[in-house]
């Protein structure tokens, strides 16, 4: 993650992560991304199961029951080994985990283990009674996902109405005081509606948002095409910045973040460069701590089923099911060789990777993307929308 609004706005500084000693236990949430000691982040794809048939579900959720989940104790057995590995966050995420009827149960359960509860939802099952039960749980965040404005939303999704539903599930989490955000995936049909979304964003108080580089992952991998090209990137990515300063300049700061892809972070010290910004400095600094994508290190992920894969997108590279082995064993006792490799990526990244001067800032990008496009899991991530001239070491 990229904060837009941290690093260009200077909300956070460098010594706000070392004033904490970079131990991802005691960081608070917003400063997880500077840890030292990178414990994962873990996403729990809890269900397969969803109401709805996004084009770029990168799960290949599906609406049928779904089969071989992990139950509720089997479900609490690996929140309880998480929480004594050090995990700081459990992401609940699906599907639709809000389909499972025991998400709350399970949700307080990792609050109660002292973890940051959030949830990655579609928004459109949140009513009052669930909300109610979220906010006594303890449950840290929600993050709704909308791909656009109505039309391009209920399009993206599959079902008419599905934007208006997850709208009232933003607004009724506000009623009951839990924390809410955005998440939006980025393409060519979806990019015209983003300034649409900054002002509904104003609109309704909303306090934070993900813009989200498309990854050709699940269904994701059928609308490949549809992913913006690189100077279609670059504009994007300085519309972000330039409507998040504007908001922040009329007294009306949000958290913004760009997400997947690593690229945002040398882009954004560049323009700070030539903008003669003072804080640029300090933030390569923070996005040096930051180290780029940490996938098989920062962030994991355990599936519907208990298989462990490196991060949400790579699920045909798994590295051990939590049924037959807990997480903590899996991710840190003599891990599977792909973990011990995307540990240290900057031996093995090929091509203009091995030798940009911001390997050490992007960490060699999201290798999902980069291994779908050129059959390499360490090839070239081809959503790097930086230059030649940009990334030569000087």
Not at 80 to 109: Q, T
Request: glycine share 10%.
């Amino acid at each position: 993650m990229i904060g837009i609004s941290k690093l260009y706005l200077g909300q956070v500084e460098p010594s706000d992560a070392l004033r904490y000693g970079r131990d991802s236990g005691r960081l608070p949430s917003h400063l997880l991304q500077f840890s030292q000691d990178k414990k994962p982040v873990v996403v729990w794809n809890m269900t397969q199961r969803c109401n709805l048939s996004c084009v770029h579900c990168y799960a290949h959720a599906i609406t049928d029951e779904p089969t071989n989940e992990l139950s509720t104790d089997e479900g609490k057995i690996l929140l309880d080994d998480l929480a004594a590995f050090g995990v700081p966050v459990i992401l609940f995420s699906g599907g639709e985990p809000l389909a499972r009827r025991d998400l709350p149960e399970l949700a307080e359960h990792a609050v109660q283990r002292g973890m940051r509860a959030v949830i990655s939802t579609n928004g459109t099952l949140i009513r009052d009674d669930v909300a109610a039960r979220l906010k006594a749980i303890g449950l840290s965040y929600v993050g709704v996902s909308l791909d656009g404005m109505q039309a391009t939303n209920d399009k993206f999704r599959g079902v008419e109405g599905a934007f208006e539903m997850a709208l009232e599930g933003i607004r009724t989490c506000q009623r009951h005081g839990i924390k809410v955000g955005l998440r939006y995936t980025i393409t060519k049909a979806n990019a015209p509606d983003l300034p649409g979304i900054f002002d509904l964003i104003e609109r309704e108080n909303i306090p934070r948002v993900c813009f989200y580089h498309l990854v050709y992952a699940g269904r994701g991998e059928t609308i490949v095409t549809d992913d913006l090209d690189h100077a279609s990137m670059r504009r994007i990515v300085d519309m972000i910045i330039d409507r998040t300063a504007d908001m922040h300049a009329r007294g009306l700061p949000k958290e913004v973040l760009t997400v997947d892809n690593h690229a945002d972070g040398p882009y954004l010290y560049l323009r700070m460069r030539k903008e003669n910004h003072p804080g640029a400095d300090k933030v390569m600094e923070l996005l040096k701590m930051n180290g780029g994508n940490s996938s098989g290190q920062g962030i994991g992920c355990v599936s519907w089923d208990g298989m462990v894969y490196p991060d949400q997108f790579w699920r045909h590279h798994p590295v051990g099911n939590v049924r037959e082995r807990p997480f903590s064993e899996i991710w840190g006792k003599d891990p599977h060789p792909l973990l011990h490799a995307m540990r240290e990526k900057p031996k093995h990244v090929t091509g203009r990777c091995a030798s940009c001067r911001f390997l050490d800032v992007c960490g060699g990008n999201l290798r999902a993307r980069g291994e779908a496009v050129t059959g390499d899991v360490w090839g070239v991530d081809p959503a790097c929308y930086l230059t030649d001239e940009e990334i030569r070491r000087v």
